[in-house]
């Protein structure tokens, strides 16, 4: 096979679907595509996984405590591609993606993974606009980081880099992507595209994935050099929702003063993001609405990452 590609599931089989249907249009010879997907919802094997008669799709059953990365890592167990396709079970890519990221890794040997940028129909709500942007903040360079929801590299690459960390719940992709640019560059190209169907479209749903988004954050320091680029969205969150507790701490004990104190400083980094996301990307939202995601990211983050903290002191004591 020339391409395996390979997707982690666990529920919603009608993104599924698509994510294949998208596959099935890719400009290559679907005789050498394979998909496999490896899913920890029983049904998977009983569900018509058609996106073509031409694709070749294999699906696998996993036992549900396997976390994402342990369920990509038995996928390529079960492939036989020369290149390997990681997916998110929620992508629509666009008909070139596969072609393009071929095309990206051979056109320099140093690369190592190649990704494609995210796009989102203009009738989206603005909060996926902003994610959509914050995901395209760099484009067609290489990058110190790519997000796990597609990822293109060689067999021997992945053998090289040793595989997805089963050990963390979230953020795999922060440290596979990380130790990936030991051996060689992360490129993010504009010259394919993708549609994150499953993306956070109300701030009530990002404030409950951030949660969980944030449990692993910590883990994923552990085994790895943190740039200096990269601390600030470890330390902000935390910091931002320490400083809004101390207001409400201080607003309940009557020291009004220091609680509205507490909220601004808790505020300036919220303010700073705000600012410099709209004049990086000028989005078609308002500052408004810009603020309003990070008044709702940062908090959600923190939370996360004192629940993830909780959870490993726990662990260690046990």
Known sequence: MQISFIIPHKGRFEMLIQTIVSIAKQNVDLSQVEVIVVSQTPDVLN????????????????????????????????????????????????????????????????????????????????????????SNAELDVNVAFLPGRNLFLRREAFAKIGGFPEHLITCEDYYFTDKAAQFGELFYTSSATYIHLGEDKTLKGMFDKEIWRGQSNLQSIEGRHIPLREWPSFVVPPAIFLFIVTSFICLFAGLYSLAICSLLIGLIPVMAYSIRLQNINELPVSFCQIFLFYSVYFPARAIGTFVGLFKSIRVRNS
């Open 47 to 134: 569900q018509t996984l058609s996106g073509s008669a031409k694709l070749l799709i294999k699906p696998h059953l996993r036992p549900e405590n396997e976390t994402i990365s342990a369920l990509r890592n038995f996928g390529v167990t079960q492939s036989s591609g020369q290149y390997l396709a990681f997916l998110d079970a929620d992508i629509y890519l666009s008909e070139n993606w596969g072609e393009q990221m071929q095309r990206i890794l051979t056109q320099n040997p140093k690369r190592i993974i190649a990704s494609a940028m995210q796009i989102c129909t203009s009738d989206a709500p603005p909060l996926e606009k902003i994610r959509t942007s914050l």
